[in-house]
């Protein structure tokens, strides 16, 4: 028979495995479950039953009391004994206080915020809305002075979150495309496409306040870059109407101007010109820059004279 040659690493490593496995048997035989994960925050051991793949979970109190106890490694006794002894003894100080329910878990979600809450006398553990706990009476009473602060604070933040669901407007309309002055878009639900001005969707309250921010955002500044190329449109072509005679002395009554197709020559007051801007359009720049300039004088010579007569009645 042909010798085998085993390295020492080899010989380590099987030697290692073997330990392992008598290891494993023996705490077959000797202890039947195994402590798999401590929770403090609920009190609670999670334990596994060897040779399975069998998961428990149990309050350590509650453990520590039962036969189940006898079942583990004397170092899992004693991590459950411990933690049983320190439940145990805050419930007694519980009691003393005078407080009956405990909080142990708060559950977020995007509606309600719940609560799993323990009767200390009973050992029961309940399911509860923020709201039902705030809306009841004997709270206070019963929790302590933190649990009843963070129960009042989630039934008020969930109160908000609704409030603010209920009266903010419901986004129908999902923006597809913004081209030429035209503006694509689509109903949220059932996807339905169509096709309108953009200034119309944006002089329409009833229709722009369905989109989201963002939508709403790049509609308002389309609507703005619409308007801006349609008065430059309108400016930059030829004049319809000119100004006679200007002069100084006039500047507080009315101006003549005159048609340049028809020759019908009209009078208005330079503040009805000034704040006419269709009108105002249809002069030539010179016109238009006269009109503004002594718009603004004749403004600040009335604030002016205003304030003269102020001062005189003082």
Same mark, same amino acid.
């Given at each position: 028979?042909?010798?085998?040659?085993?390295?020492?690493?080899?010989?380590?490593?099987?030697?290692?495995?073997?330990?392992?496995?008598?290891?494993?048997?023996?705490?077959?035989?000797?202890?039947?479950?195994?402590?798999?994960?401590?929770?403090?925050?609920?009190?609670?051991?999670?334990?596994?039953?060897?040779?399975?793949?069998?998961?428990?979970?149990?309050?350590?109190?509650?453990?520590?009391?039962?036969?189940?106890?006898?079942?583990?490694?004397?170092?899992?006794?004693?991590?459950?004994?411990?933690?049983?002894?320190?439940?145990?003894?805050?419930?007694?100080?519980?009691?003393?206080?005078?407080?009956? +329910?405990?909080? =142990?878990? /708060?559950?977020? !979600?995007?509606?309600?915020?719940?609560?799993?809450? @323990?009767? %200390?006398? &009973?050992?029961?553990?309940?399911?509860?809305?923020?709201?039902?706990?705030?809306?009841?009476?004997?709270?206070?009473?019963?929790?302590?002075?933190?649990?009843?602060?963070?129960?009042?604070?989630?039934?008020?933040?969930?109160?908000?979150?609704?409030?603010?669901?209920?009266?903010?407007?419901?986004?129908?309309?999902?923006?597809?495309?913004?081209?030429?002055?035209?503006?694509?878009?689509?109903?949220? +639900?059932?996807? =339905?496409? /169509?096709?309108? !001005?953009?200034?119309?969707?944006?002089?329409?309250? @009833?229709? %722009?306040? &369905?989109?989201?921010?963002?939508?709403?955002?790049?509609?308002?500044?389309?609507?703005?870059?619409?308007?801006?190329?349609?008065?430059?449109?309108?400016?930059?072509?030829?004049?319809?109407?000119?100004?006679?005679?200007?002069?100084?002395?006039?500047?507080?009554?009315?101006?003549?101007?005159?048609?340049?197709?028809?020759?019908?020559?009209?009078?208005?007051?330079?503040?009805?010109?000034?704040?006419?801007?269709?009108?105002?359009? /249809?002069?030539? !720049?010179?016109?238009?820059?006269?009109?503004?300039?002594?718009?603004?004088?004749?403004?600040?010579?009335?604030?002016?004279?205003?304030?003269?007569?102020?001062?005189?009645?003082?």
């Amino acid at each position: 028979m042909r010798n085998i040659d085993i390295s020492g690493s080899t010989k380590l490593f099987f030697s290692r495995m073997l330990e392992l496995y008598r290891k494993e048997s023996y705490e077959r035989e000797v202890n039947q479950y195994r402590v798999i994960e401590i929770i403090p925050d609920a009190a609670e051991i999670q334990f596994q039953v060897i040779g399975t793949g069998v998961l428990l979970k149990v309050s350590a109190d509650k453990l520590m009391r039962s036969d189940l106890l006898l079942g583990f490694s004397k170092k899992d006794i004693a991590v459950i004994t411990h933690m049983g002894t320190k439940v145990e003894n805050k419930d007694e100080s519980y009691k003393k206080r005078g407080i009956l +329910s405990r909080i =142990i878990r /708060q559950i977020f !979600s995007d509606k309600k915020s719940k609560f799993i809450v @323990e009767d %200390i006398e &009973k050992k029961e553990l309940i399911e509860k809305t923020a709201y039902d706990l705030y809306t009841d009476k004997t709270t206070p009473d019963k929790f302590s002075s933190a649990d009843t602060l963070m129960i009042g604070y989630s039934a008020a933040e969930d109160h908000y979150r609704r409030v603010f669901e209920e009266t903010s407007p419901k986004i129908e309309f999902i923006l597809l495309e913004i081209n030429d002055e035209k503006i694509t878009f689509c109903h949220q +639900s059932t996807g =339905i496409a /169509q096709t309108k !001005s953009v200034e119309i969707i944006f002089n329409s309250p @009833e229709i %722009i306040n &369905k989109f989201n921010a963002n939508d709403r955002s790049l509609i308002s500044y389309s609507a703005a870059e619409s308007r801006y190329k349609r008065i430059l449109k309108d400016t930059s072509q030829k004049p319809k109407f000119k100004l006679l005679n200007v002069e100084p002395t006039t500047m507080d009554t009315e101006w003549c101007y005159e048609c340049i197709e028809t020759g019908v020559i009209q009078k208005k007051h330079i503040s009805f010109l000034f704040y006419n801007t269709e009108l105002l359009s /249809q002069f030539n !720049s010179q016109d238009r820059n006269l009109i503004a300039f002594t718009a603004g004088e004749l403004s600040k010579q009335r604030q002016y004279e205003l304030k003269s007569k102020e001062r005189t009645n003082v």
